[in-house]
């Protein structure tokens, strides 16, 4: 027991000394001057960004700009009013584009998952009656007729649990397929 107390004190007096033995401390006051001066060789950047430049920046040679993104109601106006093709276009779009085709599958899905939990629970539910009722008849004959009751709720349980894990894998599957068309995390919350 002393021998093992004393390796382990030993081994924390090393660890605490050890960086100091192998000379690898880390001087904190060269590495501010060393950062100090790489500042002062880069310079300040010389593009303002305000309210009036926001929407065309240029630095270093390039030019930024950003893209004024509109609501779907906006752009079907715009289709109406028949202001080009990009505006038809724009306004017809890909389904994908709205939240309502993403929702609709959503709830679809999560309607279908809750049914089926629902399902398997009351299913559960009779076939743990059946059981107790096959345990409490004494006639063959009518434990015969609750096994074969006992079987058919049995295979119908396991059915809607498949189902069940398919459906959570369509899910799933929607909502990565949601994300790789781009829309919104926020449209299928």
Do not use: H
Not at 28 to 35: D, G, H, V, Y
Not at 94 to 100: G, M
């Amino acid at each position: 027991m002393r021998i093992a107390a004393l390796f382990l004190a030993l081994c924390l007096l090393f660890s605490g000394a050890a960086p100091r033995l192998l000379g690898d401390a880390v001087d904190l006051m060269a590495l501010k001057k060393q950062e100090d001066e790489r500042r002062k060789k880069a310079g300040k950047s010389k593009a303002k960004v305000n309210d009036n430049n926001v929407g065309s920046v240029a630095a270093g040679g390039r030019k930024y700009g950003y893209v004024q993104m509109e609501p779907e109601e906006a752009a079907a106006a715009a289709a109406e009013e028949g202001e080009g093709p990009k505006a038809a276009a724009a306004a017809k779009g890909d389904v994908t584009k709205q939240p309502d085709y993403w929702k609709k599958q959503q709830t679809d899905l999560e309607q279908r998952i809750a049914t089926l939990k629902a399902d398997i629970e009351e299913a559960q539910l009779q076939l743990n009656r059946l059981w107790s009722d096959f345990y409490v008849k004494t006639v063959a004959a009518e434990q015969e007729a609750i096994r074969a009751q006992i079987a058919q709720l049995t295979n119908q349980i396991e059915q809607k649990k498949l189902f069940l894990s398919q459906s959570e894998t369509q899910l799933e599957e929607l909502f990565e397929k949601a994300r790789k068309a781009g829309a919104p995390p926020g449209w299928l919350r």
